[in-house]
């Protein structure tokens, strides 16, 4: 079964700072993969999704993430962040030929913390 | 173009109660799926309904169980509620032809039980 790696619970950073969220995926066959953002006491939104084709997806909010199939990675990147990304991201991967009918796996999430 | 919405945002229980969750789903959507988000962790999938049947569960015991309508709204349906259930409950549609499985979340509906 599909497994979703988030391998930072908290990221606190300053404002106008770089940041990259890290996920891994369990397995190596074709999937999809997503980034989801969630503010406080709302649902999630989606930031960016991996299909196919190139391996670099841009998103929303300024909002990029590599697809890294021989690691298993699909890590989250932005140049510089303001106070208003602070939020819960989940990484999250479905497969699209799977049984449950690419039912989303999510990450436990990573809490990005934007300073002043 | 309406999104996704749900009903009641927030709703307190007691143990062995039952509930029902609403959610309406996007315009042009015609599947829907559920997830339990505990506090501090990712959401979990439940079921998923398509053309009014379930499609796809998740690890979840028969007392979860699910309906959709002909207008593709669903409900989420608890019974004999236990402490453990206590969490967001959060609906997502989907086109089903997308082949993209992209999902558009409501905002949840923060199920507590006493």
């Known amino acids: 079964a599909q497994s979703v790696t988030q391998l930072d619970s908290q990221v606190p950073v300053f404002e106008e700072a770089p940041v990259e969220l890290r996920c891994n995926y369990s397995s190596s066959v074709s999937v999809y993969l997503f980034w989801y953002v969630q503010y406080p006491n709302q649902g999630l939104q989606l930031l960016l999704k991996y299909l196919s084709g190139s391996t670099l997806v841009k998103g929303i909010n300024g909002f990029e993430a590599e697809f890294n199939k021989s690691q298993t990675s699909f890590h989250l990147r932005k140049p510089s962040v303001h106070i208003s990304d602070t939020a819960e991201y989940f990484c999250a991967v479905s497969d699209p030929y799977g049984g449950s009918q690419g039912n989303l796996i999510f990450g436990k999430g990573t809490k990005l913390s934007v300073k002043p | 173009e309406t999104g996704v919405t749900q009903s009641p945002t927030h709703l307190i229980k007691t143990r062995g109660q039952q509930v029902t969750l609403r959610c309406s789903s996007q315009s042009g959507h015609n599947t829907v799926s559920w997830y339990q988000q505990a506090l501090g962790q990712g959401p979990q999938f439940i079921f998923q309904y398509y053309r009014e049947e379930e499609n796809g569960r998740g690890n979840f015991p028969p007392r979860f169980s699910g309906l959709q309508f002909p207008n593709y709204s669903s409900e989420l349906n608890v019974n004999a509620l236990e402490l453990d259930d206590s969490a967001l409950y959060l609906c997502?549609?989907?086109?089903?032809?997308?082949?993209?499985?992209?999902?558009?979340f409501g905002p949840g509906t923060r199920l507590t039980v006493l």
């Open positions: 997502a549609s989907s086109p089903y032809t997308s082949g993209s499985n992209e999902q558009f």
